[in-house]
Every structure is written in structure tokens, then in C-alpha cells.
């Protein structure tokens, strides 16, 4: 499995900022691209995936995003993330999200992610 999906998300958790620089470039190629929804549109190079994930820690101090499921055909991986930490009003709050990446060996060259882990709802239940 993908260590590499593994530390860019343990990166999300960090408070230091130089740790999560260097945790981020490890993980994605010079090149590799990330979206999801609240990114905006297509992030390119470890530089612009840095600058949002040190966006996010810094508007949701003292979350993590820890990987709960991985896996990988070829060269391919899915990851289910949940994300958590206090909420504004103190009690704890989670959300959960899918990610598909594109790896070359062990590195990302590319990653989408979803909101939410694509349960299936109303007549398919």
C-alpha cells in the first residue's frame, strides 16, 4: 500500500509548518496535481498543495485527517480520510472524504477527492 497517501494526510494534522512542507513534497510528484471541492480548481506542484493544506490547519487548529481505509489496484489508490477536531461551538465534529490518486512507485502524480464516502441512498438502499 501507499505510504505516501498515508504522510500527506498525517501532514493535514500538523502544526509545524516547515514538517508539513517537507512531509507534502515527499509525497507529491514536482508535477502532481490535487483537487476537491473546496480547493480552487486544480492545484499543481507540492508548493500550491502545501499553501492549501496550510489553509486548512490554520482554520481548523488542531484537526486531523487520518486515513481509515486504503486501497490500490496497480497504479491506482482509493483512500476513505476522516477528518476531525472541535468545532467552533467546542464538541467534536468528523467528516469524511474519498480520495482517488494516480502513484508513479510510491509517488502521487495525481489526487481527486470527494466529500463524503459515495453511500448509496433512497431507492438503492
Known amino acids: 500500500m501507499s505510504d505516501s497517501i498515508t504522510t500527506f494526510f498525517d501532514a493535514w494534522g500538523m502544526s509545524d509548518d516547515a514538517a508539513r512542507a517537507a512531509a507534502i513534497s515527499t509525497t507529491f510528484a514536482s508535477e502532481g496535481t490535487y483537487t476537491d471541492p473546496r480547493s480552487s480548481g486544480t ?5 500550491a498543495i502545501t499553501e492549501y493544506v496550510t489553509a486548512f490547519s490554520a482554520n481548523a487548529p488542531g484537526w486531523t485527517a487520518q486515513v481509515t481505509k486504503l486501497d490500490q489496484t496497480g497504479p491506482y489508490a ?48
Open 43 to 47: 492545484l499543481t506542484g507540492p508548493e
Open 78 to 125: 482509493r483512500a476513505t480520510v476522516t477528518f476531525g477536531g472541535k468545532g467552533p461551538d467546542g464538541s467534536e465534529m468528523k467528516q469524511n472524504g474519498q480520495y482517488f490518486a494516480k502513484l508513479d512507485g510510491d509517488t502521487i502524480t495525481e489526487m481527486v477527492g470527494f466529500v463524503g464516502t459515495g453511500e448509496l441512498s433512497g431507492a438503492f438502499e
